[in-house]
């Protein structure tokens, strides 16, 4: 790894949403060299090189961020799936408390952690030490989920060391668990959405302050181009792939038909967007100053 994580790069970014504010935190990144097949299993080099060209990006090279959301309303602080943390396998993730203490929040002030899934870039920081980073939270999640990863249903190699961490560090904290079903109302103005595939129990998030409209979508896309090229594009980090691609399709409509901004954990900073529908189908404008004037 070079040791480029030492630029100086954007950080933290804040806007309001109605009475909400946003804030988005760069957890770190990774950079990889399997553009293909990373972000697409069933397309094949040359479509995905073609992709990375039409964005003037340096296939097959990637870079992967980790951007989580906070959400300060009224009267409550939701972290929706705070970073690495200490878990962090390399220097270049793992920034989430160290840039938390920057944005002028403590992790005590947090009163609700919101888990999206029980992927090890969603979970590892819910403790530092084997003591709860957020010890003032309430954790949600789907039920699902939990009880996908703490029991014992079938998973490929790979996600072994998923399970393992999900056991670790979110099961001894079930008792400050909230289990959630698609649809629920997590606070004032924050819904759950069904966005079951990427995991078993994976879910996005629309959030509502007089009458502004945002939505998380999580994982449901993974690569700001190649996610929304094609629909039918498989993610290689997708847990069922043919429930994936139905619940992209059904969120990418519904975000591009509500010319409302969108984040996904893994968009690059400051991933915020809007979806365009465009005549072959869909493309991500990253927002510039309009969430700030
Ligand atoms: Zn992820």
Same mark, same amino acid.
């Given at each position: ?39 697409? *299993? ?90 709860? *980073? ?27 060391? *998923? ?131």
């Amino acid at each position: 790894m070079s040791n480029s994580y030492r630029n100086v790069r954007p950080e933290i970014y804040q806007f309001n949403l109605g009475k909400f504010r946003i804030t988005n935190i760069l957890d770190g990144y990774f950079h990889r060299e399997d553009m293909h097949p990373f972000t697409a *299993t069933n397309a094949s080099a040359p479509e995905i090189e073609k992709i990375a060209k039409q964005h003037f990006l340096p296939f097959p090279k990637l870079e992967h961020n980790f951007v989580p959301t906070l959400i300060e309303t009224s009267n409550a602080l939701i972290a929706f799936d705070p970073g690495f943390g200490k878990r962090a396998p390399g220097p270049s993730a793992g920034w989430y408390n160290r840039l938390l203490e920057k944005t002028g929040y403590s992790p005590e002030q947090v009163t609700h952690v919101v888990i999206s899934h029980g992927h090890p870039d969603h979970i590892a920081n819910l403790t530092t030490d084997g003591t709860p *980073t957020f010890k003032n939270a309430e954790i949600i999640i789907s039920r699902t989920e939990f009880e996908f990863w703490s029991g014992d249903s079938p998973i490929p190699d790979f996600r072994g060391p *998923t399970r393992k961490m999900f056991q670790e560090v979110v099961v001894p904290l079930a008792d400050r668990c909230r289990f959630v079903e698609p649809d629920a109302l997590l606070v004032n103005g924050i819904t759950a959405l069904n966005a079951f595939g990427h995991s078993a129990g994976h879910m996005a998030f629309h959030v509502e302050s007089e009458g502004a409209e945002l939505m998380l979508l999580s994982d449901t896309i993974a690569h700001f181009a190649v996610s929304l090229a094609n629909l039918e594009w498989q993610f290689s980090m997708d847990d069922n792939p043919e429930m994936a691609i139905t619940t992209r399709k059904r969120l990418v409509e519904m975000a591009a038909s509500k010319n409302a901004p969108v984040i996904a954990f893994h968009m690059p900073f400051p991933s915020v967007g809007y979806i365009e529908k465009t005549s072959s189908g869909f493309k991500w404008l990253p927002a510039t100053y309009q969430m700030n004037i």
